[in-house]
DNA sequence: GATCCTCGAGTTCT
DNA sequence: CTCGAGGATC
């Protein structure tokens, strides 16, 4: 495409003062191929070979040249990517091909590929025994579908897909599409006479993330999506502002066609669109047959959450295009293709009520009960809403229709309501002025997000909250003494602190739902069992707000007894490293408490004894000084048992990555951490590898 | 005073 | 897993 000897094709040279007409011509052309390559390089390649500033120098000696120019000012140059007034409308555009829509399998993944390859192998007449059919398989992405016009190889119309018939003329903004080339890349061959290339404009997931912090600093509505983000961009009227939001876009096909030969096969089809120029996804796989098919769905499947874009499926075509010939419509679908989808990770439901729920400080946070939705492989019936301002943000109220997501985390979310869908009549949600348990003043200091309950140990909710952490695992570790038992324990009385627990016996537990002997029994032995514990387990036991399993470990480190703690004061705490004013207030105001020494002491009576507290070894096992961040499931230990391997190697275990982080140890569907790990280039481990440490020192 | 790093607390469903 | 906030650090 290009000549050396002409110079200046990757890099810019400074600019003659003044070219004449043919040289300018030359250097034009020049500067245009330079940048469409480039542009290729980084937009469609991701493989850019110059910086930002020299293709900045570049962009600006062209727009130098042009305006000194005018006259040559080239529809296909790059400076034409932007530009023109914004319209009134979009005109319509008739499609003499038409865009197909495809049919949809919701399957599973086996049946839905099998029943596909069986109606093509009828449709065909083949028999058993006749070989496997060629099929082509690719990503359905989730964006929107469009048509690009080329005429001797140069973008002359882009056009969305409508209702398949007739779209309307975006031209404008798809020019501003960095990843579609003003002009066709055809080596020394004469581009086709004309031809339309079909595709999606869709938006990466981080480039959506980044478009909505832009548009929250700017105090600009957000989008709920990518899909609807990328929409909402393309029918912009005014192109100057698509070509601010960042659009990618992949090719998958074809439409008119004139002067240009056809390949044999769908997968050579890509294969040309690719040599022009247009990022096509690399995923894209020929495939043999049912089995061929259900395995692609499965390996997709496996690598969809770490995919840098969304998809909502995989698409499956017969390769031949001799084949799709015969095969034919039925209606305004192909009996050649199929779209198969995978659960929807987003869906709608409506909002029934909204409850408050009290948490173990008091804390009241609003919960969302929705009518049951599929969504992300689960039945949704609850989400929560965080807090008040969370709610006021969103403006969920009962009767909205709303979306609901349940992506690669596990937590379900109300991403938006549809303010379209609002029945008449609905009012914002205010929070309760009283305990909806309790009925005690519900307090929200100034400038804290959360409202509490002020009424503490007489809120039973919050009694009922203390005692299941008190009994948690990682704390005195009562097996057996969960909610439900909690829940009729503190109804009926029987207990209203810790202490009480140690005094219940075997008939006690009897008159209880859901308790006969055997498993009274089993209770009884938890709770004596649970009297032997150690000093960091007993304090985070106790539940002073601020002090959890870290605070509480460093506390039993430091005074390595539990009267010692008692009688700290307010300086002698902070003095602690990891202790500031806000938590040593709370630690000194809870021992302070009469009611909560009266407590502690009638444990110590009941029982409750630890070993003396090991000064902790300064040895240096493999492990020290390295940090190491769990996701995902691993084969064989389970995140508590390698977090205890690794401590005991004397290694540190933190909950999210950052710069300090030596390892991400990752096993099965890992979360966001492992894209964070990636992004800031944290190795990553598997659980061999962590053992292989473990049992030998790193050199 | 701003920024980074951790910890605490709350949450869903099988 | 995520958010908010406490604590440390520059």
Redesign the pocket.
């Given at each position: 495409m290009q000549n050396p000897s002409q110079g200046s094709l990757f890099f810019s040279e400074p600019p003659a003062p003044s070219l004449a007409p043919a040289d300018a011509r030359e250097r034009l052309a020049a500067l245009r191929d330079a940048i469409a390559t480039h542009d290729h390089r980084y937009y469609v390649l991701d493989a850019p070979i110059v910086s930002d500033a020299e293709y900045d120098a570049l962009y600006r000696e062209l727009q130098q040249l042009e305006a000194q120019h005018p006259g040559l000012i080239a529809p296909d140059s790059p400076t034409q990517r932007v530009g023109g007034r914004p319209l009134p409308e979009f005109p319509a555009v008739r499609h003499t091909v038409p865009m197909l829509s495809i049919r949809t399998e919701t399957d599973t993944e086996a049946s839905g590929a099998r029943a596909f390859d069986a109606r093509v192998r009828r449709e065909l007449g083949l028999e058993e025994n006749d070989p496997p059919i060629a099929y082509l398989a690719e990503l359905k992405f989730d964006g929107l579908a469009v048509s690009l016009r080329y005429e001797n190889g140069v973008l002359v119309q882009g056009a969305t897909r409508g209702d398949g018939e007739t779209g309307e003329n975006i031209t404008q903004n798809i020019r501003t599409i960095r990843a579609i080339p003003l002009r066709l890349n055809t080596g020394d061959a004469p581009p086709p006479a004309t031809i339309e290339i079909r595709g999606e404009v869709y938006m990466r997931r981080a480039d959506f993330e980044k478009l909505n912090d832009r548009q929250r600093a700017a105090g600009e509505k957000t989008f709920v999506n990518p899909r609807n983000s990328a929409a909402g961009s393309l029918r912009q009227l005014d192109s100057s502002i698509t070509a601010k939001r960042p659009l990618s876009f992949f090719a998958y096909g074809l439409g008119e066609m004139a002067g240009w030969k056809l390949p044999e096969t769908h997968g050579d089809v890509l294969d040309a669109i690719e040599r022009f120029g247009f990022p096509v996804d690399k995923h894209r796989q020929r495939v043999l047959g049912a089995d061929g098919l259900i395995a692609f769905h499965q390996n997709i499947a496996a690598l969809k959450d770490t995919l840098p874009f969304d998809i909502d499926g995989v698409v499956y075509k017969v390769d031949s295009l001799v084949l799709q010939q015969q095969l034919g419509f039925v209606t305004r679908e192909p009996r050649w293709a199929v779209a198969h989808k995978y659960p929807a990770q987003e869906q709608f439901t409506t909002v029934q009520q909204i409850d408050v729920?009290v948490?173990?400080?008091?804390?009241l946070?609003p919960?969302a009960k929705?009518s049951p939705v599929f969504v992300g492989g689960?039945?949704?019936?609850?989400?929560?809403l965080?807090?008040e301002?969370?709610i006021k943000r969103k403006d969920v109220r009962v009767g909205d229709t709303v979306i609901v997501r349940r992506a690669?985390?596990?937590?379900?979310e109300i991403v938006a309501v549809v303010i379209e869908r609002r029945p008449e009549g609905t009012h914002a949600f205010e929070m309760p002025r009283q305990c909806p348990v309790c009925g005690s003043a519900v307090i929200r200091e100034e400038?804290?997000?959360?409202a509490y309950c002020s009424g503490e140990l007489f809120c039973p909710a919050q009694r009922k909250?203390a005692l299941l952490?008190f009994a948690g695992r990682r704390a005195m570790d009562i097996e057996g003494l969960g909610d439900k038992i909690v829940e009729q324990l503190v109804d009926k009385e029987m207990v209203q602190s810790a202490a009480d627990l140690y005094r219940l016996t075997q008939n006690d537990f009897l008159g209880l739902d859901r308790m006969a002997e055997k498993s009274a029994a089993n209770l009884c032995a938890a709770l004596e069992k649970s009297k032997l514990t150690t000093l960091d387990r007993f304090i985070f036991a106790l539940?002073?707000?601020?002090?959890?399993?870290?605070?509480?470990r460093?506390l039993a480190q430091h005074f390595r007894s539990l009267d010692a703690l008692m009688a700290a004061d307010g300086a002698t705490l902070?003095a602690?490293?990891?202790?500031?004013?806000?938590?040593?207030e709370s630690i000194h105001s809870f021992f302070s408490e009469p009611r909560n020494r009266d407590i502690i002491a009638a444990l110590c009576a009941a029982g409750i004894h630890w070993p003396d507290v090991a000064v902790a070894a300064t040895t240096s096992g493999p492990l020290t000084g390295l940090?190491f961040v769990?996701?995902?499931t691993l084969p064989t230990m389970s995140r508590d048992e390698a977090t205890r391997r690794i401590i005991e190697a004397d290694g540190?275990?933190?909950?999210?990555v950052?710069?300090?982080?030596s390892y991400v140890l990752a096993g099965e569907v890992?979360?966001?951490?492992?894209a964070k790990a990636q992004s800031l280039k944290v190795p990553i481990l598997d659980e061999a590898a962590l053992l292989r440490m473990i049992e030998k020192p790193a050199s």
């Open positions: 729920q948490g173990r400080t008091g804390k946070t919960v929705l689960v039945t949704v019936t609850n989400a929560t965080h807090n301002d969370e690669g985390d596990v937590i379900p400038g804290v997000v959360g909250q952490h539940g002073i707000r601020h002090v959890g399993e870290a605070t509480a460093d902070v602690i490293h990891e202790i500031g004013d806000v938590m040593a940090t769990l996701t995902g540190k275990v933190t909950g999210s950052s710069k300090k982080t890992p979360g966001s951490t492992l």
